[in-house]
């Protein structure tokens, strides 16, 4: 099946042509026509991350928006600020030919400018839930027409303490029309499904499962190097650079600032043989997708990217990932190093790529729950020594060390590492919508 036997709107086309998609992905197969032929349905689909489920659920709401009804008629709740950028963006571009109105609310930024453009007519509401039901609350927004909503990840919601969250956007949601939900999950657990199952009253919920379509790690060399003071990470990880020669790899951080930092310092690295490029989460899909041609025509061998920003990227022949954040989900990390059991030889069989990370040594017990998850251990390496024509003082000799090509990493432009602690906050509401640590 493909696009075309969806019997889907030409401006919708359109908007798929434009962003240069032509062919479905499983879950967009699987969801699609199912949202569309049965109306009175609500979705449950499991499937991983980078699958393609944004357009899964993207497609059925543009499809059933009244264009001449400037009400909000979907919801689409997401767990942290990025991801929000990065699902309102795939909006604008499905709809650019379709005339609707995307609003994207979150935290951190004026609620007045959401206000007023929320009033301006907005039809589609992607949203983290603290700032929507700070909205709610101000009598800045209501749910009396709503279609649709939407729980983008959920399984990543709950754990993060948004169950609560949830509920009351959900019992406002449904107080007047009863909304079709779609609710999107790489984990389906028994709290995921409760909660689908007691909005829904357990009646015409389609499931549908595409998590087996999953990348594997059979074919990946994997290697990890620890180190005890963050001040010296960069640099042991610019000598394993050095050691490995990477051919075409992407190298994975955690948040978009230290994508920033780790970006402008690599740039400046002399006879590195890097030509990298940042994929963050606030590119237009146009531009994400002229680096990721780049990428693909051999023009630039490096990519770096957070997870939201690389989900639903498909990427061929790397030959190196490299973790340069450990990843704080399980699930991150087996998403991130798939991407190297994908290099094809001239022979035509698969070679094995290369997964190398940095594990601080107070990281180990996260290590572990990585290894535990793919009941897999990760072979343990020594830290490349130091060469004898480096010359850096990460303590006082500033100067020196920037006449080898290190710049000292001070207080003011060292990226802040994020400490992860599963139960912060499940237990405290906050509608600040500052649990974003994820990236």
Sequence with gaps: MNFQDMNLKQAIFQGLEEMEIFNPTPIQ????????????????????????????FAIPIAQNIDNNQKKIQAIILVPTRELCKQ?????????????????????????????????????????TPGRLIDLYNRNRINFREVKFVVLDEADR???????PDIEFLLLQAMKNLTPRMMLFSATMLEQVKSLAKRFTHGKNIIEIDVSKDSLTVGNCHQFYYMFDDKRD???????????????????????????DWLFGRIIDEKNLNLKPELISGN????????????????????????????????????SHVFNYDLPEFEENYVHRIGRTARVTGTSGKVEKG??????????????????????????????????????????????????????????KSQPRRSSYNPNKNKSKKDHSDRRNFLY
């Design 283 to 318: 590119l237009t899909q146009r531009k994400r997708e002229v680096v990721l041609d780049k990428f693909r025509k051999r023009k630039i061998n490096c990519l770096i990217a957070t997870d939201v920003a690389a989900r639903g990227l498909d990427i061929e022949k790397v």
């Design 233 to 259: 990470k960069y640099y042991h990880f610019i000598r394993i650079i050095r050691k490995e020669h990477p051919k075409h790899c992407m190298i994975f951080v955690n948040t978009k600032r230290t994508g």
């Design 157 to 163: 919601m709950l754990d993060m303490g948004f169950m």
């Design 29 to 56: 197969k699987q969801t699609i026509p199912q949202a569309l032929d049965n109306p009175k349905s609500h979705i449950m689909a499991q499937a991983r991350t980078g699958s393609g489920k944004t357009l899964a």
């Design 87 to 127: 699902v309102a963006e795939v909006f604008v571009s499905l709809t650019q030919f379709s005339k609707l109105n995307i609003v994207q609310v979150y935290g951190g930024v004026s609620i007045e400018r959401q206000i007023r453009t929320i009033q301006d007519g907005s039809q589609i509401v992607v949203a």
């Design 354 to 411: 290369t997964a190398i990370s940095l594990v601080q040594s107070d990281q180990y017990r996260t290590l572990t729950r990585i290894e535990g998850f793919m009941n897999k251990e990760i072979e343990k390496r020594p830290l490349p020594k130091r060469q004898g024509n480096e010359n850096w003082n990460r303590g006082s000799n500033k100067q020196s060390s920037q006449k080898q090509g290190y710049r000292r990493t001070d207080q």
